[in-house]
């Protein structure tokens, strides 16, 4: 009898201690696990892609491609402790990455582990429809005249004639009230001759962006850039829709969306471009206009983009004609325009997001979502 309490006592020591070792062991990973991704998020704080795109590679457990994008996993070893979450945050880290191959993997990456399945879904969009748009054709696509479709000068329609306006009235009631304000005029003009020529107008576009109407036609039409540019299959680098933070990074003018196109730049770079690569470009290019179109009936913004793509098709050998270039730039906002017009709820969800403040990595998430949602 007591040979068998003496066993039984020895059984039940031996399970409480490797009880204890198996709660520790896991205790200690669990452990481990916070503190790396403590120093993950320490990496995306620090906007540092390269250690936070390398811990992630490191997790030996890869999720599963048919996991739902908002779902949340808390495995028993610790080591996927909310992951899902956290993966998208790489995404964050891109905005200072000067390695673009760098921010084209991360990308690789989300897509590889199934949280990116619409990233490039319309690449191949380039490829349908007739090659000749003219402006009868434009217009029965759009049902707006080729001219609604193209940008604007500051002060001469829509939300920047009423600053402009607004800004005139002032000045003829000032001086109705006998308080000349001309020499100070005269000083105020001349700073923003000297911020358009040596800031790019950062200063201009920084007061504009204070005044509702225009802060959110500025969201509608980058929303347009990043919708297409994500669709398109083209990495993104972030979001900047202060002027002055666009300047500080050395990006003058106006804020914006920064993509980046691996093949464009390679073909570029082997001298060569082709066809399917200029049009995806400029297809993103031009998607700021035409969101402005799509939801405005007309556009305002998108001067920049506009000189930008120009200066493209001189680069060109041989160069574009006037006539070829104008063609290419109705081919290139049509398609945008359908693009946005059949996926009119994600440019809703990004411009939403934007207009939240949100994160790039919450801005992506949500255009997930929302493909996912029709």
Known sequence: MSLCISSLFHSTTLHSNSKFYHKSKRKSIKIKALREWKEYDEAVKKKDLAKALKFLKSIETPLPIQQPISSYSEESNGLTFLQPMRDWEVLDACLNADDMKLVGNAYKFLQDRGFLPSFGKCRNIVLEGPREVTPTVLKSSTGLEASKLSPKKWGLSGSTSAVLVAFLGGTSYL???????????????????????????????????????????????????????????????????????????????????????????????????????????????????????????????????????????????????IAEMSNRARWSVLQSYNLLKWHKHVHRAAFKALESGDSLSAVIRSIEEAMHSK
């Open 175 to 321: 001086l109705s009230q006998g308080i000349d304000i001309r020499p100070n005029l005269a000083a105020i003009l001349g700073l923003a001759f000297m911020d358009s020529i040596f800031l790019g107008g950062s200063c201009l576009a920084q007061i504009s962006s204070f005044w509702p109407p225009y802060r959110r036609r500025i969201l509608v039409h980058e929303a347009g850039h990043l919708v297409t540019a994500y669709l398109m299959g083209c990495p993104i680098r972030g979001v900047i829709l202060d002027p002055i933070v666009a300047m500080q990074m050395g990006i003058q003018g106006q804020a914006g969306i920064q993509f980046w196109d691996e093949k464009l730049e390679s073909e570029l770079a082997e001298g060569k471009l082709s066809s399917a690569s200029f049009d995806r470009y400029c297809m993103v290019l031009f998607a700021g206009i035409a969101a402005e179109a799509l939801i405005y009936g007309e556009a305002e913004g998108g001067e920049n983009d506009e000189n930008l793509f120009r200066s493209i098709c001189l680069l060109l050998q041989p160069p574009l004609s």
